[in-house]
C-alpha cells in the first residue's frame, strides 16, 4: 500500500484545513486509516482513526470535537478536516494503515503497517 498526504499548509489560529491521504496499491477499503503528528522534538502522537467502511470514528482528547476524519473507498481516499486550529497543532501530519483490523482503531503508531510522507501543517498565532 502506498499512500499520498496531502493539504498541510500555514494557517492561522481559528482557521481549518483539510488533509487528504489518497491510497493505491491494495485494497485500500478493508483496512483501517490512522492519523498522527509529529511536532519537533515531540513523539510522533495519535490524531484520529476510521475504520473500513467509516462507520467507526476514535479522536485524541487535545483533537475531539475539533477535528473529524472521513473517507471515500470509491476514490481510495481518506480526509482529516481540522478546524479551530491552535497553535499547538502544529506538526506535520501522517496517514497510516492497520491491516490487522477492521474496527478497533489502534493509537499507538507501532501498530500500523504502512505509512504515508506526512504533510507539515503550521499554525500561526
Known amino acids: 500500500v502506498q499512500l499520498q498526504a496531502s493539504g498541510g499548509g500555514l494557517v492561522q489560529a481559528g482557521g481549518s484545513l483539510r488533509l487528504s491521504c489518497k491510497a493505491s496499491?491494495?485494497?485500500?477499503?478493508?483496512?483501517?486509516i490512522g492519523w498522527f503528528r509529529q511536532a519537533p522534538g515531540k513523539e510522533r502522537e495519535f490524531v484520529g482513526g476510521i475504520s473500513w467502511n467509516g462507520g467507526r470514528t476514535y479522536y485524541a482528547d487535545s483533537v475531539k470535537n475539533r477535528f473529524t476524519t472521513s473517507r471515500d473507498n470509491a476514490q481510495n481516499t481518506v480526509y482529516l478536516q481540522m478546524n479551530s486550529l491552535k497553535s499547538e497543532d502544529t506538526a506535520v501530519y501522517y496517514c497510516?494503515?492497520?491491516?490487522?483490523?477492521?474496527?478497533?482503531?489502534?493509537?499507538?503508531?507501532?501498530?500500523?503497517?504502512?505509512w504515508g510522507q506526512g504533510t507539515e501543517v503550521t499554525v500561526s498565532s
Open positions: 496499491g491494495s485494497t485500500f477499503s478493508n483496512y483501517i
Open positions: 497510516a494503515v492497520d491491516r490487522s483490523r477492521m474496527w478497533t482503531i489502534a493509537t499507538t503508531p507501532d501498530e500500523y503497517d504502512y
